[in-house]
């Protein structure tokens, strides 16, 4: 067995950790292994040795990037598991609670960006509204994981799944109110 990392494994096999992994663990693991593997230490082997350590320290790298974020995490775990492509989850899917929302929403950008500055505060709010909608799609995906490393995988990718489709619509609203409001 050797002493650097498989390429082909997960990056939660990588990491050492679950889905459900907390930021302080994936950190400490994230050090552990760069220090484990971190290209000086090599600097006097061979040549496929500190291929090796370079290959696994772009491993841990990579793994730390994608899963410290947990929308990027669900999105990862979706291509692993299920061959899902990032444009197949971004699909735009407004959540049923924020329908409502959205058509008055419509209604007042359009007002708004023909000059009606009395638009401000419902954007405003609105702006506030798909933020906490969005903090909300987080906290569900710290469920999911912990559904998935409890065994439900199936389960927890469905609602992943769900989650990144309704992240891309929310972000999209955002982005848009973002740049509309300054």
């Known amino acids: 067995m050797s002493e650097f990392l498989d ?3 997960s990056y939660l096999e990588i990491l050492g950790v679950g889905a459900a992994a907390s930021d302080e663990q994936l950190a400490t693991q994230f050090r552990m292994l760069s220090r484990r593997f971190h290209p000086d230490r090599f600097a006097a082997a061979d040549t496929a040795t500190q291929d090796d350590a370079l290959t696994s320290t ?12 947990p929308f ?3 999105e990862y775990l ?3 598991e299920r061959s899902v492509k990032l444009g197949e989850m971004r699909d735009a899917k407004p959540p049923k609670e924020l329908f409502a929302t959205v058509m008055e929403l419509q209604e007042a950008l359009m007002e708004f960006q023909d000059g009606d500055e009395s638009q401000r505060s419902s954007l405003e709010a609105a702006r506030v509204e798909f933020s906490e909608a969005y903090d909300a799609l987080r906290a569900r995906l710290g469920e999911l994981f912990l559904a998935y490393d409890a065994g439900d995988v199936q389960t927890a990718l469905d609602g992943m799944q769900e989650v990144a489709s309704t992240r891309g619509y929310l972000r999209r609203v955002l982005d848009n109110l973002n740049k509309t409001l300054g």
């Open 7 to 9: 390429p082909t494994a």
């Open 58 to 69: 772009a491993l841990v790298n990579d793994a730390y990037r994608t899963l410290r974020d």
């Open 78 to 80: 979706l291509r692993r």
């Open 72 to 74: 990027s995490r669900a």
